[in-house]
Nanobody, 124 residues
Framework: QVQLVEHGGGSVQAGASLRLSCAAS????????MGWFRQAPGKERESVAA???????TTNADVKGRFTISRDNAKNTVYLQMNSLKPEDTAVYYC??????????????????WGQGTQVTVSS
């Protein structure tokens, strides 16, 4: 069993930065494919960023160049660094993980474990 706990959300002005963290227990983050998702009010949940077991990462087009996903194996934690935040980034952000994914593969639609979510609010 994998437990994920997010921290780092908050309310900021447009242009500010935040760093979200996702602490994992039950498995090492290096053994998991992991990702960040977000869900804004009235909208479907969308993928924001993902990282493979090998450390390769990807971000969606809306946040490319502003958001970065990274992993600290020693702290068993995955991060989402968010820069140049915009009001449209306002959402609940979730950390997610999958087991059994290939070393260089992303989880795709196979995320099994989810955190409780953390609110990010960006005002103009």
């Amino acid at each position: 069993q994998v437990q994920l706990v997010e921290h780092g959300g908050g309310s900021v002005q447009a242009g500010a930065s935040l760093r979200l963290s996702c602490a994992a227990s039950g498995r090492t983050v290096s053994s998991l494919g992991m990702g960040w998702f977000r869900q804004a009010p009235g909208k479907e949940r969308e993928s924001v960023a993902a990282i493979t077991r090998s450390g390769s990462s990807t971000t969606n087009a809306d946040v490319k160049g502003r958001f970065t996903i990274s992993r600290d194996n020693a702290k068993n934690t995955v991060y989402l660094q968010m820069n140049s935040l915009k009001p449209e980034d306002t959402a609940v952000y979730y950390c997610a993980a999958c087991l059994g994914v290939g070393y260089i593969s992303y989880c795709g639609r196979d995320y099994t474990y989810w955190g409780q979510g953390t609110q990010v609010t960006v005002s103009s």
